[in-house]
C-alpha cells in the first residue's frame, strides 16, 4: 500500500467516531442487529444437524413409546405412560440392565487402570518411544469389527488359542461376558492410553522436579502430585467409558450375538433386537430408559466429581 | 554446611557440551552467582548440584562427599524454579509443608525421625512468617500473584533447612520494581539463613547487586570467578568485559607504539599512553577496552592524546548522559554526568580516556594482558 493511500483510509473512521449525533445510536443499533443475525445463520447448520439426527429421532422414540403398531405396521394404537412403566419395570429390561452394568464394571476400571499404567509407562523422554507410543496408541485405529475378529480367533471355544481359559470362556453363559469385556477393554484402550498421555505430557517437568527435590518417592509423586493433576482427564475419560460401555454393541454381536442363553445381551442389544412391529415400542421405551440412566449418570458424575477434582489453576 | 565442587565436569546432552570442565569450588554460606546468556549451560550446572542431571564426566561434591548417582532427595538441597514448580492443587500451607512429609531429618542435632503435625505447621508457619505469607496459607497458588508465588517457592526451600539453595532465574517472571524489591529481601534472607546459595541468571544487575562472587559461563566454560568488583575492574577477557558493565565496556583495535613516556598504544593517527606497567612488544596488535564512565569529552578536541570524535546521538538518563560517538567508524559510548557541558550531535569533539582504565586484551585469544 502506498503511503497517499493512508490517510485516505483513516479518515472516515475518524469522522465516525467523532459524529456524536443522532444517528449514532441508530448506526450501532442496526449493527447490532445485523451481528446477531450473522450469529444465528452461523448456527443454522449446527440446528439442522442436530435435529434432523439427534432430536427427530428421539421424538420418534417417544411417539414409539406411546404408540403400539399392529403386527403389519399400521393402525398405531396409543397405549400410553403405563407402557414405559410396564416395560422399564419388567424383567427383561431389568435382566438386560444388570448384564450391562456388569459389562461397564468389568470394562471401565480395568480398562482406565490399564491405560494410565501404560501411559505412565510410555511418557518417558527415552529414544524409540515414540514407537511404543505408537504401537500403545493403535486401537484407537482399529475398527470394532477388526477388533472382534481378532479376538474371536483368540477365544473361540473351538479354534481360539486362549479359547479354553475359562475365565473368558465365549461357550459359558457365566463367562461369555468377560470374554466380549477383554475385547472391548482392549479396543478402548488406546484412546485412554493417547489421552491420559497427552495429560501427562501437559503436566510441567519442573512439577515433578519440584517433588524429587521435595523428598517425594516415585509412588508418592504418583499419588501426590501426578494424579491430582491428571483428575480432570481421568473424569473425562470416566464419563466417556461409562458411555461407551452402556452403548457397546458391535463385539457382542461379533462375538457372542447375545448369546449364551441371553447372557450377554446388554440393554443396547435388547434393544436391537426389538425392530419388528410387534416389540418396536417395547425397545423404544428401552432405549428411553438407557438415554435416561446415561444422562443421569453424567450428569451425577460432573456435578459430584466436579467439586473435588482440580482443574488447572 | 554447604560447600559445592565441581571437579572437571562436563555434561553432554547428545553432541551438545552445556557444561565443559567445569571446575569450581563454591564456599559455605557464599552468594555465588552463575551469570551467563541464555543456553551458555549454567542451568545445567546448577540442575546437576540437584542431582536432576548427571555429570557425563567429573565429580560433584557436597561438603566433600561425592554425589554423582545420588538420588536428589537425598542431597539436602533446595531449589528455587524458573516457574516456581508450584503444585496448583495444594494450599499455599501444603506446598510449603511438602518437603518436610518426605523423609526423616534431624531436629535440634538429634536422632533423625519423621515431624508430627505439630512440628510441621510450626515451621510451616516460621518459613510463612519470614516471607510474610501468613495471610495465604489457605489459598491456592493460582489464587496469588507472581510476586507472591515467588515468595510460597522461596518458604518451600527454605522450610527444611537445606545446606544449599538453588535458584535457577527465580525473579525473571517479576516486574522490573518488583524485581529490585524482590533482590534486596533476597539478600536479607540469605544473611539471615547463613546458608550458601548457588543463583542463576542471564542479568548481570542482579549478579552485580546480589553476589559475593560471580561466575561467568559462556558456551559451557567458566570465564571468570570473582567478586563483583573484581570481575567488573579487572575481566579476565574480552567476553567478560563486554558482558559486564551496561553500558558495555567501548573495545577498539589497537597497536603498541614506542614511546618515551612509558607504553603507548596507536588508535588510528592518535598515540595514546597505556598507563601499564606490563612489558609490550611494538608492534604488537591488541584490543584496547574502556568503560564508557572512564571516556571524557573535551568540547572544544581533540587535543593532543584525545580521539577525534563526531556525536553522534545524545542520551538523557537523568543523573548521566550516554554520548555516542563515532571515532573512525566505531562507534563509542561516553558516560557523562548531566551538569557535563552540552554536546549536540554533527559537533566535532575530543576524546580523551582515562589512562589510568584501560584495559588490554590479546587480540587473538581475547585474554587479557597484565
Redesign the interface.
Known amino acids: 500500500m502506498s503511503t497517499a493511500e493512508a490517510p485516505a483510509v483513516a479518515a472516515p473512521a475518524l469522522t465516525d467516531a467523532d459524529a456524536d449525533s443522532a444517528a449514532a445510536p441508530r448506526r450501532r443499533r442496526s449493527s447490532r442487529v445485523k451481528e446477531a443475525l450473522f450469529g444465528y445463520a452461523l448456527l443454522v447448520p449446527a440446528v439442522v444437524i442436530l435435529g434432523v439426527f439427534a432430536y427427530y429421532p428421539l421424538y420418534r422414540l417417544v411417539h414409539f413409546a406411546l404408540y403400539r403398531p399392529n403386527r403389519f405396521g399400521r393402525g398405531e394404537v396409543y397405549v400410553g405412560p403405563s407402557n414405559i412403566t410396564r416395560v422399564l419395570g419388567g424383567d427383561e429390561f431389568k435382566e438386560g440392565l444388570w448384564i450391562t452394568v456388569k459389562f461397564l464394571l468389568y470394562t471401565v476400571p480395568t480398562g482406565l487402570v490399564l491405560g494410565v499404567l501404560l501411559a505412565l509407562a510410555a511418557h518417558r523422554h527415552l529414544r524409540g518411544i515414540k514407537i511404543f507410543q505408537g504401537i500403545f496408541s493403535s486401537t484407537v485405529a482399529t475398527s470394532v469389527a477388526v477388533a472382534s475378529v481378532v479376538f474371536f480367533g483368540l477365544v473361540n471355544p473351538k479354534i481360539g488359542k486362549f479359547g479354553q481359559v475359562g475365565l473368558i470362556d465365549l461357550s459359558k453363559s457365566s463367562s461369555a461376558l468377560r470374554g466380549v469385556a477383554l475385547t472391548s477393554i482392549w479396543q478402548n484402550i488406546g484412546l485412554t492410553f493417547v489421552i491420559v498421555l497427552a495429560g501427562l505430557q501437559a503436566i510441567?517437568d519442573?512439577?515433578r522436579?519440584?517433588?524429587?527435590?521435595?523428598?517425594?518417592?516415585a509412588f508418592?509423586r504418583l499419588y501426590?502430585?501426578t494424579l491430582?493433576?491428571l483428575?480432570p482427564t481421568l473424569m473425562f475419560l470416566l464419563v466417556v467409558l461409562m458411555i461407551f460401555a452402556f452403548q457397546a454393541f458391535a463385539p457382542i454381536e461379533f462375538l457372542t450375538q447375545g448369546g449364551p442363553a441371553g447372557s450377554t445381551e446388554t440393554l443396547v442389544f435388547k434393544i436391537f433386537r426389538r425392530q419388528d412391529p410387534g416389540s418396536i415400542s417395547e425397545g423404544a421405551v428401552m432405549a428411553l430408559g438407557l438415554f435416561g440412566l446415561t444422562f443421569v449418570v453424567t450428569l451425577l458424575q460432573l456435578t459430584i466429581l466436579n467439586r473435588r477434582v482440580?482443574y488447572?489453576? | 554446611m554447604g560447600e559445592v565442587q565441581f571437579e572437571n565436569v562436563t555434561k553432554r546432552f547428545g553432541d551438545v557440551v552445556a557444561v565443559d570442565d567445569l571446575t569450581l569450588t563454591i564456599d559455605d554460606r557464599e552468594f555465588l552467582v552463575l551469570l551467563g546468556p541464555s543456553g551458555c549451560g549454567k542451568s545445567t550446572a546448577l540442575r546437576m548440584i540437584a542431582g536432576l542431571d548427571e555429570p557425563s564426566s567429573g565429580t560433584i561434591s557436597l561438603d566433600g562427599e561425592i554425589v554423582n548417582g545420588i538420588d536428589p532427595r537425598d542431597r539436602d538441597v533446595a531449589m528455587v524454579f524458573q516457574s516456581y514448580a508450584l503444585y496448583p492443587h495444594m494450599t499455599v500451607f501444603k506446598n510449603i509443608e511438602a518437603p518436610l512429609l518426605g523423609r526423616p531429618m534431624s531436629i535440634d542435632g538429634g536422632p533423625e525421625r519423621k515431624l508430627d503435625r505439630a512440628e510441621r505447621a510450626e515451621r510451616v508457619g516460621e518459613a510463612a512468617a519470614t516471607l510474610g505469607l501468613e495471610p495465604f496459607l489457605d489459598r491456592k497458588p493460582g489464587a496469588l500473584s507472581g510476586g507472591q508465588r515467588q515468595r510460597v517457592a522461596l518458604a518451600r526451600a527454605i522450610v527444611r533447612r537445606p545446606r544449599v539453595f538453588l535458584m535457577d532465574e527465580p525473579l525473571s517472571n517479576l516486574d522490573a520494581k518488583l524485581r529490585t524489591q524482590t533482590r534486596l529481601e533476597l539478600v536479607d534472607l540469605w544473611r539471615r539463613l547463613q546458608t550458601t546459595f548457588v543463583y542463576v541468571t542471564h542479568d548481570q544487575v542482579e549478579a552485580m547487586t546480589m553476589a559475593t562472587r560471580i561466575a561467568i559461563i559462556v558456551d559451557g566454560r567458566l570465564q571468570q570467578v570473582g567478586r563483583p568488583q573484581d570481575v567488573y575492574q579487572r575481566p579476565a577477557n574480552l567476553f567478560v568485559a563486554r558482558f559486564i558493565g551496561s553500558p558495555p565496556m567501548n573495545t577498539v583495535d589497537a597497536q603498541v607504539v614506542p614511546s618515551e613516556g612509558g607504553p603507548a598504544a596507536a588508535v588510528g593517527t592518535t598515540t595514546i599512553p597505556l598507563g601499564t606497567a606490563t612489558p609490550l612488544t611494538a608492534g604488537k596488535r591488541i584490543v584496547l577496552g574502556v568503560r564508557p564512565e572512564h571516556l571524557h569529552i573535551d568540547p572544544n578536541g581533540p587535543g593532543p592524546g584525545q580521539l577525534e570524535a563526531v556525536v553522534r546521538a545524545v542520551e538523557l538518563i537523568g543523573h548521566e548522559q550516554h554520548v555516542v560517538c563515532d571515532v573512525d567508524g566505531t562507534l563509542l559510548m561516553v558516560r557523562e554526568s548531566s551538569d557535563a557541558p552540552a554536546v549536540d550531535p554533527g559537533a566535532t569533539v575530543g576524546i580523551a580516556p582515562d589512562p589510568a582504565h584501560l584495559h588490554l586484551f590479546d587480540v587473538d585469544s581475547g585474554e587479557r594482558l597484565g
Open positions: 510441567p519442573q512439577l522436579e519440584a517433588a524429587q527435590l521435595d523428598g517425594f518417592g508418592r501426590k502430585v491430582p493433576l483428575a482440580h488447572g489453576d
